[in-house]
Every structure is written in structure tokens, then in C-alpha cells.
């Protein structure tokens, strides 16, 4: 079952931040992000593997609850580049990589 | 190289036409997938394979037939198709590692293949 991600959509001025849920009805296994821009193929982010991981790298990080089965993006002082759709994904516990994508979050950076 | 490419990059069909997908990579992957994406939406799993055999069809029609004919090369074979079959579709692999071993890996996708069937 698909992952629900909110908001839809958000418009925000550079330098300004933003915070990007993922909802599951199912147990989460892991959670991936990826981004993908108009026109492009989405673009590996992060991985978290299990409850309570947080990671980051530059100014966007994640979080994992699973207990809660949900997972938050977090992007700190937004630039221009990070425009894009943003997707969860999440994994299988089996032996194969089951990724499947939540949503969607249409992310518009201003200047 | 972390390439995962796709040809071709446009294909228009008729929907008595049979065509083919092709997708290449050369990272050593022993996962690879396809998806279908439709605008504005997410993209959707058909297929998965790993160390070349079929493990995953997510109850794709028929019209769609995926092959996977050495460890670097995914093809998927379109016959038949209708109008709403039209779609960006995406090749993706990965490392495929098993639950005991831990770790799941990241998904490398291609361009895409943009696909209007008319």
C-alpha cells in the first residue's frame, strides 16, 4: 500500500525551511527519500533503517518513527536547487529491494 | 560509473506496433526494476529482478513482457498497447543484499523512456 505524504505542496522563499511527512498504514521496514526534478530521473537522497535514525547531509536531514510508521524531511534554509518533487519510499524486508513510492511533494523554491 | 541508461529517450507507437525498452548498467547491480510513471504522479512498480530472474510482477498486463537477458541489460517488450499505457517509464538497480546481511541500498534510476502510444 502507498505511502502518504503531506503536504501536497509547498511554496517557499529561499533561506526558508520546510518539513515533509510520510505516512504508512503499514510496518515500515526502512525508508528512503529521492527527489526528482521536472524532467528527470529521481535522485537517491537517504536511507533510514530503523526506528528512531535521524540522518542528514548539508541542510536536509530525516527522521524515522517507527512505531508511529511515519517518516519527516526536513530541509533547512531551502535554496533554489531544492525545488522538485520529493518522494518516500518504502522497503521490503525481504531479500529483494521492494521500493515503493509514497505520494509525492511538490516543492517550489522562490527567490 | 553510476550511470543507469535508457534507450530509447521518446518513443511514439501505434497500438498494433511491438516495440522494446532497453536498459543498461554497469555498476554490478544484481537488482533491476521497472517503473511506470503517469504526470504528477509517483512512480509505480512493475517489475523486479534479481540475479536475473523474474522475483516481483506487481499484476502488470501481459502486454508488457520484461526480459533480462544478462546482469547488466533490462529490456521490456510492449505489444499491444493502448492510449493510457502512455508514460515515462524508468529502469532502476541496486545492490541486492540479503535481509541477514543487513542494509538495503539506494536505487540508481535511468532517464527514462517516454512513451506515447496513439
Known amino acids: 500500500q502507498q505511502p502518504v505524504q503531506s503536504p501536497q505542496a509547498v511554496i517557499l522563499r529561499e533561506g526558508e525551511d520546510a518539513v515533509i511527512n510520510c505516512s504508512s498504514s503499514?510496518?515500515?521496514?526502512?525508508v528512503h527519500w529521492y527527489r526528482q526534478k521536472h524532467g528527470e530521473a529521481p535522485v537517491f537522497l537517504m536511507i533510514?533503517?530503523?526506528?528512531?535514525e535521524q540522518k542528514g547531509h548539508d541542510k536536509i536531514s530525516a527522521s524515522f518513527n517507527e512505531k508511529k510508521q511515519q517518516s519527516s524531511l526536513y530541509l533547512t534554509a531551502s535554496q533554489l536547487s531544492y525545488s522538485g518533487t520529493y518522494f518516500c519510499g518504502t522497503g521490503s524486508s525481504g531479500a529483494t529491494n521492494k521500493l515503493i513510492f509514497g505520494t509525492g511533494t511538490l516543492l517550489a523554491v522562490q527567490p | 560509473d553510476t550511470e543507469v541508461t535508457q534507450t530509447p529517450k521518446h518513443l511514439v507507437m501505434g497500438m498494433t506496433n511491438k516495440k522494446s525498452l532497453k536498459c543498461e548498467q554497469h555498476m554490478g547491480h544484481r537488482a533491476m526494476y521497472w517503473y511506470k510513471q503517469k504526470a504528477k504522479k509517483p512512480p509505480e512498480l512493475m517489475f523486479v529482478y534479481s540475479y536475473e530472474k523474474l522475483s516481483i510482477n506487481e499484476s502488470v498486463p501481459s502486454r508488457f513482457s520484461p526480459e533480462c537477458p544478462n546482469s547488466s541489460l533490462l529490456n521490456l517488450h510492449l505489444h499491444a498497447l493502448q492510449p493510457e499505457d502512455s508514460a515515462l517509464y524508468l529502469c532502476?538497480?541496486?545492490?541486492?543484499?540479503?535481509?541477514?546481511?543487513?542494509?538495503?541500498?539506494?536505487?540508481?534510476f535511468g532517464q527514462g523512456t517516454r512513451l506515447t502510444v496513439v
Open positions: 503499514k510496518a515500515l521496514y526502512s
Open positions: 533510514l533503517l530503523k526506528g528512531g
Open positions: 532502476a538497480s541496486s545492490q541486492l543484499r540479503l535481509v541477514r546481511t543487513k542494509g538495503e541500498t539506494e536505487a540508481f
